[in-house]
């Protein structure tokens, strides 16, 4: 047998795990946390960093326990529970899965594992709105995420996009920053609690422009200007960015779309991609489970996506134990 066979050997027929978890946020994490603890050997894969979404989370104030935490915070004492409790993490590219039979087969760039169970937790992405000039000024005025790039723009005119609960806090905490933050909202209301929706109005800082869309952002090698149009008026203003500030920003929030597109074809979904799982995290297949926002269900956030974390864990200790 040659050196390039055993590898090959190694690789396709590897030790099996009770579980193995695909993703690594607050979902996957607080799985991890509850097989380990029930003596389960479980290996985590994530492919981009451990956390998730909460990571880009500046401050949490609705986690049960906590008054104000930062995301990285309250992810970093999760991810040190999970590693107590001897949870594998493999940091590695999901390619391909075979879930469709008694062992599953997860293959990824870093080798092919096996497992009695699977936890699905890959989350979710946010939603791209569309607009002309948004993937050519993507990460270069165009960003998702305030806490990754809003530093970016200190002293500068800032956009933010949406109207539910993330714009309103990301616009929030834009203001640390930008000299300007104005709130595009399509309806004419945000879709947020009140007592959130009061410190927007309220913040000297934040202008709000309802009934109004971004058309286009356009620029040369920086982006220079936006047109937006009032969709009940029809009315159409521009903006452009001034000869001393040099750059603006646009934060998109409008929704999360689910990392699901591996699955398909094997796991049942509903018709925008998120996998049909009721309470008990259950899946169309045995032994298969999915757990956190890429499941169909009324609220999410990091206490449903950690309560499922738990029930899917749990089922899946139960289903190992039957079978």
Same mark, same amino acid.
């Given at each position: 047998? =040659? ?6 050997d ?7 795990y ?25 290996? +985590? ?8 979404? @909460? ?5 949490? @104030? ?8 930062t995301g ?17 993490i ?9 879930? !469709?039979?008694?062992?599953?087969e +997860?293959?990824? !760039?870093?080798? +092919? ?20 000039g ?26 933010? +996009? ?39 109005l309220e913040?000297?800082k ?5 009934? =109004? ?13 936006a047109i937006f149009?009032?969709n ?6 521009e ?6 500030d040099?750059?603006f920003?646009?934060f ?6 689910? !990392? ?6 094997q ?44 029930v899917?864990?749990?089922q899946?200790e139960k ?5």
């Open positions: 047998m =040659t050196e390039r066979d055993e590898f090959q190694l690789v396709e027929r590897p030790e099996i009770d579980v193995i978890i695909l993703g690594a946020g607050c979902a996957g994490l607080t799985a991890g946390l509850y097989a380990g603890r029930a003596k389960l050997k479980t290996m +985590i894969v994530e492919k981009e960093q451990i956390g998730g979404q @909460a990571v880009t989370t500046d401050i949490i @104030a609705n986690y049960p326990g906590f008054f104000q935490i990285p915070e309250l992810m970093e004492n999760l991810f040190a529970q999970v590693k107590e409790f001897g949870c594998e493999l940091m590695a590219n999901t390619i391909k899965v075979d879930l !469709d039979k008694e062992i599953k +997860i293959e990824t !760039d870093q080798g +092919i594992y096996r497992s009695q169970t699977v936890i699905l937790a890959t989350g979710a992405n946010p939603k791209k709105l569309g607009f002309e948004e993937e050519q000024f993507r990460g270069k005025g165009v960003g998702y995420c305030a806490t990754c790039d809003g530093f970016f723009f200190r002293g500068k005119d800032i956009f933010v +996009i949406g109207g539910g609960y993330s714009a309103a806090e990301e616009a929030l905490y834009l203001t640390r920053f930008g000299k300007k933050v104005t709130i595009v909202v399509r309806k004419d209301r945000f879709r947020c609690a009140k007592s959130l929706v009061d410190q927007v913040h000297p934040i202008e709000v422009k309802f009934c =109004t869309e971004l058309i286009k952002v356009y620029g040369e090698q920086k982006m220079s200007g149009k009032n009940q008026t029809g009315e159409v203003t903006y452009q960015v001034s000869k001393e040099g750059i920003g646009v998109v929030f409008v929704g999360y779309e689910p !990392d699901t597109a591996l699955f398909q074809g796991i049942e979904m509903d018709e925008n991609g998120y996998i049909l799982a009721k309470e008990t995290t259950k899946t169309n297949l045995p032994g298969v489970f999915a757990a956190g926002d890429l499941r169909t269900k009324l609220l999410r956030q990091l206490v449903t996506a950690a309560a499922d974390g738990a899917a864990a749990t899946a289903y190992i134990s039957e079978n």
